[in-house]
């Protein structure tokens, strides 16, 4: 059972990869969109004096890029399993409904980490540039990036899951992702902020925002996961 | 009324905020009144309605039967 | 149903004759407590009378501030006591027995003000009486939304749904009622109408939890579709709310806070019988509303039944 449960998985997991390989659809859309967003950043910082210092809100923006970034791609991901009818195939096919909530999630999860570690080089070479860093905390990034992706993956494949279906799709999975994902925001920005900044104090408050983005995980993935199955069968 | 001048001045540092406690009680009273009110509006209406669909029904069933 | 109407007039009678009874507590009962205090010249007899006040002052633009009080300022190796006229970064005028006495500023030694300081009523706090029982309603009215939305999900039952909605609804209209109130309390206390501060933040996000619930519902057309996905939302939702509301400990908060043994006897009677009036106000809501829902489905089954 475990054995062919994997066996859908990673089929799959595959299926979602092979498409992506072909069309390149998703991860050009989210690439670009998330360009565009740097472009949009750069006309809001525009007016901001010259004692601005880039550090500070370098978090921030880079976490809102990836917020929008991923609604984006999450958004698409599903709508294009409902348009091809590939989620209603799936569930005629004895999957165990777990498994559809794992592959769905993974692959999101992998397109917004490719997508991350393209957007945080391009964000560091256009606004960062000269700038100071603590090299051995900014080492820590890629944690925070992961633990935070994992939730947004999760509770946002779940929560596109439903929006697909609704009338206004993009719209209220916006209204649904948002505010849910209020806690892991605040946590990932802490941590990546706290992380850009360095030195002891930076280090434990990494920490700290490491603690709230996992535990966030593990109490909404949990969820998520248990729900899942009444959403794709509604 | 405060009429001794030093507890006029005692109290006009803080009477500022009057409005807006005022202003807190009269939008919380107006809210729940209101939303009965309205609760309460629907509900008639709705009782009527039924009352006249119900006769109609049993007027139609006394007709077949 | 006619119970519903009856358990709501009887609700509603309960709760506005306690909600009464604790405004009334609240605003005729209760003491204003102190918040700060205030400094004058005189004295007067007043229960707020806190007690004199006697204070050191190094630098004479310091007195500015103190005038109409008994100051005694040391200049030049000289003792002056009185009145103060005026005082600024230049000069200090007193009124002695002997008339005008103006010290230069560069002189100025040392000085001292003494004068009555008393409590500073907070008018502010009389919000706390129905601020926090409408908050406190709105996180229970919310419970109940996602217990009966996990009941949905266990029974697929539509009263479930039904009352998960009702629900849900009182929990919005509570949660707009303390955000309303909280705002006002917000500039009458900190002078600013929004600040974003760990318990505005957490509660305003439970706001847009409870208004996105409502947004999904409408754009859900499938009548089982939409009642699962709201039940599956509420459920997420209510789990959201703790962790939102506890990791905003990040940021430090301002908030107040009870302290623990911190109220009066007038004060808490007034604050307890304000909750219940609060809960029974919420319970009525509730059942108004669940009495609607039901003549609806009656008139519905009615006309499809006609129409057949």
């Keep these: 059972m475990a054995s062919s449960s994997m066996r859908q998985f990673r089929a799959m997991l595959r299926k979602d990869i092979v498409m992506e390989l072909r069309t390149k659809e998703m991860l050009m859309s989210m690439g670009l969109y998330s360009l565009l967003t740097m472009v949009v950043y750069f006309v809001a910082l525009s007016q901001a004096g010259a004692g601005f210092d880039p550090r500070d809100i370098a978090a921030g923006l880079l976490w809102l890029a990836f917020i929008f970034t991923s609604m984006l791609g999450l958004n698409r991901s599903l709508v294009h399993e409902k348009d091809q009818g590939c989620l209603e195939a799936l569930l005629l096919s004895p999957v165990d409904r777990p498994v559809i909530f794992f592959a769905k999630a993974i692959g999101n999860l992998i397109f917004l980490l490719v997508v991350e570690a393209l957007t945080i080089p391009v964000f560091a070479f256009l606004f960062l540039q000269g700038q100071a860093v603590d090299v051995s905390t900014v080492a820590l990034i890629p944690l925070v990036l992961v633990a935070g992706s994992v939730g947004i993956a999760g509770v946002g494949t779940l929560l596109a899951t439903m929006s697909v279906n609704t009338t206004g799709k993009d719209f209220v999975l916006a209204m649904l992702f948002i505010p849910l994902m209020y806690p892991l925001l605040l946590g990932a920005v802490t941590a990546t902020a706290a992380a850009i900044i360095g030195g002891p104090e930076g280090v434990s408050l990494f920490w700290t925002g490491m603690a709230w983005v996992i535990g966030y995980d593990v109490i909404m993935l949990l969820a998520s996961y248990g729900l899942y199955e009444f959403i794709v069968g509604a | ?65 | 149903m006619k119970s519903h109407t009856t358990r709501a007039f009887i609700a509603l009678a309960i709760g506005g004759v306690l909600t009464l009874a604790a405004f009334l507590g609240a605003f005729f009962w209760a003491g204003v407590p102190d918040f700060g205090f205030v400094r004058t010249a005189e004295r007067t007899d007043s229960v707020r009378y806190q007690g004199p006040f006697d204070q050191e002052i190094d630098e004479a633009r310091y007195l500015a501030n103190f005038a109409g009080y008994d100051v005694e300022v040391t200049a030049g190796g000289e003792t002056v006591r009185g009145d103060l006229v005026e005082a600024d970064e230049t000069h200090v005028t007193i009124e002695t027995a002997d008339g005008e006495v103006t010290v230069s500023a560069a002189e100025f030694e040392t000085g001292r003000v003494r004068g009555s300081s008393y409590g500073r009523p907070d008018w502010g706090q009389k919000i706390f009486y129905f601020h926090v029982p409408v908050a406190e309603i709105s996180f229970i009215v919310f419970g109940f939304a996602a217990f009966y939305s996990l009941r949905f999900i266990m029974t697929r039952k539509r009263e479930y749904d039904t009352k998960a909605r009702v629900s849900m609804e009182v929990t919005l209209m509570f949660v707009m009622l303390t955000m309303a109130t909280g705002i006002l309390w917000t500039k009458a206390a900190w002078g600013v109408w929004w600040d974003w501060e760990p318990r505005l933040t957490t509660y305003f996000i439970m706001t847009l939890l409870v208004v996105a619930y409502f947004v999904l519902r409408n754009s859900v057309e499938d009548e089982e579709r939409r009642a699962m996905y709201a039940a599956v939302f509420s459920i997420l939702g209510f789990i959201d709310a703790p962790i939102s509301f506890f990791i905003t400990r990040l940021i430090p908060s301002n908030h107040p806070v009870i302290e623990r043994g911190g109220l009066e006897p007038p004060m808490l009677i007034s604050f307890i019988i304000a909750q219940i009036g609060m809960i029974a106000l919420g319970y009525a809501i509730y059942q108004l509303r669940m009495g609607e829902m039901l003549l609806k489905d009656r008139i519905e089954s009615a006309k499809t039944q006609l129409e057949r």
């Design chain 2, 1 to 65: 009324m405060v009429t001794d001048p030093t507890l006029k001045e005692v109290y006009s540092l803080v009477l500022t905020q009057w409005p807006l406690v005022a202003g807190a009680y009269a939008l919380l009273w107006a809210g729940l009144v209101v939303y009965v009110g309205f609760a309460l509006k629907r509900l008639n209406g709705l009782g009527k309605q039924v009352e006249v669909l119900e006769a109609a029904l049993a007027r139609r069933s006394g007709d077949a039967g």
